[in-house]
């Protein structure tokens, strides 16, 4: 009965979905897209829909705040008459269901992440044919004071090897060109099944039979915990092949007191060691990390020495995060709490200080060859295409722009020379 009430609810509706947050959300949102195809829904954009769907995130104070303001925007087109009904999704809704309510009578309907089940192989798509996101693994085994994602996502659940391979070969058949394997932290695949009957798995043996499947061109790692880079993770850097040389790798800081109130589990001896080591087994490794600034009693003292790491080591993408008070975390109850003066300063002189890195690092690729996957055609410029190399991810890091006198197919992997570069994007023409 529950299912033909569902049926009744999407059949023939134009169903929209605005998705907040990162890329794990992507791949959540095409499943509960699916779901609604399954049932009945002609899926279009949130401009031409009548149900809008939105898939919230509450990770931090301003993914929150962006998803109010989202709900609230849909609401006022909802008292126009402009769309018929809301529904609200994930990680908001799971953490906050009783004040949305109170608040938001409105809404038609609250789906939080316990009240839908991740769809994998999820037949829509909200990226372009020739990427996609692949989700290992939900939840998180770590517990790290500021993060409230266990909270929201629950324990470490690796999906099982068979149905990670199966999607990925329904992905190759599809166009798919490019891999981004995703998940709260991709290092800890397997973990939570070595305990249980069956062989193991571990992320270096999942990729090895990725390469051995298919022949997608790029698969990139997002997410991956500094404490558990294996020898044998790495080998697949060291040899020239089908893993991009990107290594997103999220330190939150260098401080040594820091990391501990942090429960990063990972020294700064540890983090130093394990940065000489990347960038001497990879060349060409292009390395992303991202930083928490304000933590709670985080002095001056210990932001300048992080500011000096960041210079001295200089990080080839790097985003940094204004620590947000989350309730039900351990930070929360810290004392020493930092002023929203305080993490605006030094988010902006973190910021400036990478962006002179970044600058200068692009710089040097002035005048090579290199290869580009093209994303899109620019709309306000014929003949100039939009792309990425293989050291940057979609959505996250800089573009390159890039001439060609031929029609090239999104997707296509393309040599250019690079012609400028800027703070962050470069610009190229396509080899002849």
């Not at 050291?391 to 250019?416: F, W």
């Amino acid at each position: 009965m529950r299912k033909q009430e569902v049926r009744k609810e999407f059949f023939g509706e134009r169903v929209g979905m605005v998705t907040l947050g990162c890329a794990r959300n992507t791949v959540d949102s095409e499943a509960i897209l699916s779901d609604a195809i399954a049932q009945g829904a002609k899926i279009t954009t949130p401009d031409k829909a009548a149900v809008i769907m939105v898939n919230t995130c509450a990770f931090t104070k301003e993914a929150k705040e962006e998803s109010i303001e989202a709900i609230i925007g849909l609401i006022e087109l909802k008292k126009k008459g402009k769309i018929k009904k809301i529904i609200v999704y994930g990680c908001l809704v799971e953490r906050y269901l009783k004040e949305l309510k109170d608040n938001f009578s409105e809404v038609d309907k609250f789906v939080g992440i316990a009240d839908f089940k991740t769809r994998f192989n999820a037949a829509a798509r909200l990226t372009p044919a020739h990427y996609a996101y692949i989700k290992i693994a939900e939840g998180c085994a770590n517990r790290c004071s500021y993060c409230s994602i266990p909270l929201i996502k629950g324990p470490l659940r690796s999906r099982g090897e068979a149905d990670i391979l199966n999607e990925v070969r329904r992905l190759e058949e599809n166009g798919t060109r490019e891999l981004n394997i995703i998940g709260q932290d991709i290092t800890l695949f397997g973990a939570d099944l070595s305990r249980q009957k069956g062989p193991k798995t571990s992320l270096a043996s999942l990729l090895k039979k990725i390469l051995k499947i298919s022949r997608i061109p790029w698969i990139r790692l997002l997410y991956l915990h500094p404490k558990r880079i294996t020898d044998e993770l790495l080998e697949l850097f060291s040899v020239k092949g089908r893993i991009c040389p990107y290594i997103d790798l999220p330190l939150q800081h260098i401080n040594e007191r820091l990391l501990k109130l942090m429960d990063r589990g990972v020294s700064k001896r540890a983090i130093l060691d394990l940065i000489f080591k990347l960038r001497g087994r990879a060349s060409g490794l292009a390395l992303r990390t991202s930083f928490i600034v304000g933590f709670p009693s985080e002095t001056n003292k210990e932001f300048q020495e992080l500011l000096d790491f960041i210079k001295a080591t200089e990080f080839d993408k790097l985003g940094a995060f204004k620590y947000s008070r989350e309730e039900g975390t351990r930070a929360y109850d810290f004392r020493g709490q930092r002023s929203g003066r305080i993490k605006e300063e030094r988010y902006s002189r973190l910021m400036s200080l990478q962006k002179e890195i970044s600058k200068r690092l692009l710089h040097k690729a002035l005048g090579r060859t290199v290869s580009v996957m093209v994303d899109e055609e620019k709309a306000i410029r014929p003949g100039v295409y939009v792309g990425r190399t293989e050291c940057d991810a979609p959505e996250v890091d800089g573009v390159v722009y890039l001439k060609s006198s031929e029609y090239l197919k999104p997707g296509s992997i393309v040599t250019c020379h690079i012609t400028d570069t800027y703070e962050y994007d470069m610009e190229a023409e396509a080899a002849v």
